[in-house]
């Protein structure tokens, strides 16, 4: 470009690459400004202008929309010509139509970031087999205990079988789902499926019943019988799992421990709440580490800093999130955002 003479020199391969047809500077100058990608256009109009201004040379990349269509990416680089005064004379350069990198390039981040989804749902898997069959674990163990003993009432044998059944029933539920753990990649939309909220924390109770009467922790459950989530079963057991035994395992001895679970629909929105009123969490001290692994908040035999962990995780991939508000000494309040079927 000779800008004080506007004239413009262009070889074939330019006016192929940008699909321009004008040979005039001005009908050529306008025709790039208009054939700019709207996205990248306020960019390269702004970043044009300062170079004009004080640059000494100019590098850029950038997407422009042909007249047939087509979209490319463009690398344009050169050098700028000035008077003695500063004012620019002419712009020497070069474009090179990249759009073939761009997409390759494009193509690798795709892979690296499904390459990274692929290895946090394995580490997310390991970490939900150890966590969550452990809670099953230690609830079979104590049923089996019970029923060793010697004197028990029949009835209360058959309650600690029936008992005994369920929690069965529960691993067995859990190990089928961890199958599908497997396959899941973060945020992957297409594995979800429509999920009844009451049934999974009425799953969730029967599973730990044992435990929840051995530590004498009342669950009060208000979910709507017919409130349908969007999730995945897996995932929306270990919530209610960790966030059932996160309430036991931290209650206050000097109380009467209780765990609320209540859910209510906003829009095409639901909001979980997991309320105790066990020992609390001072969030001004711990607050930005609360979800992150390995992290503990109080000194807990069982604390293994994983369960928080793992439900963040887990609720973001199903497309929700998740909150806490808390008190030392005042219990804490849970709330999870999830997105409710088209049915409910």
């Not at 369920?166 to 297409?190: C, F, K, M, P």
């Not at 909220?197 to 929840?212: G, M």
């Amino acid at each position: 470009f000779d800008v004080t003479r506007r004239e413009v020199a262009w070889d074939e391969r330019m006016h192929e690459i940008f699909g321009i047809q004008e040979d005039t500077f001005d009908d050529i100058f306008a025709a790039w400004q208009e054939s700019l990608h709207p996205e990248d256009r306020d960019r390269v109009r702004e970043r044009m202008g300062h170079d004009l201004q004080s640059a000494g040379k100019f590098q850029i990349d950038y997407r422009i929309v042909r007249p047939d269509g087509e979209t490319r990416w463009i690398h344009d680089e050169g050098n700028i010509i000035r008077d003695p005064d500063g004012s620019p004379l002419q712009v020497i350069g070069a474009a090179w139509d990249v759009t073939r990198q761009k997409k390759a390039d494009e193509e690798m981040k795709n892979l690296l970031n499904t390459t990274i989804s692929q290895n946090e749902s394995l580490l997310n898997f390991a970490h939900i087999v150890s966590h969550n069959l452990r809670s099953h674990a230690t609830n079979l163990s104590m049923i089996t205990q019970f029923l060793l003993e010697d004197k028990i009432a029949e009835a209360e044998r058959q309650n600690a079988l029936q008992m005994l059944a369920g929690a069965a029933t529960g691993l067995n539920d859990s190990i089928t789902h961890l199958n599908e753990v497997v396959q899941v990649q973060t945020g992957n939309q297409e594995a979800q499926r429509p999920v009844n909220l009451f049934a999974a924390a009425h799953k969730a109770e029967t599973e730990l019943s044992a435990l929840l009467q051995a530590e004498g922790v009342l669950l009060d459950v208000d979910i709507d019988m017919g409130l349908e989530v969007m999730g995945i079963p897996a995932y929306l057991d270990s919530l209610f799992l960790n966030m059932i035994t996160n309430g036991m395992k931290y209650r206050d001895p000097e109380k009467e421990s209780f765990i609320r679970i209540r859910a209510t629909r906003d829009g095409g929105r639901c909001r979980l709440e997991f309320t105790d009123n066990g020992l609390g969490i001072d969030l001004q001290r711990h607050g930005a580490k609360l979800f992150g692994m390995y992290k503990t908040f109080h000194k807990h035999k069982d604390s293994r800093g994983i369960g928080l962990f793992i439900t963040k995780n887990q609720v973001e991939a199903m497309g929700g999130e998740i909150s806490v508000e808390s008190q030392p000494g005042a219990g804490t309040t849970f709330s999870v955002i999830l997105n409710t079927t088209a049915n409910t």
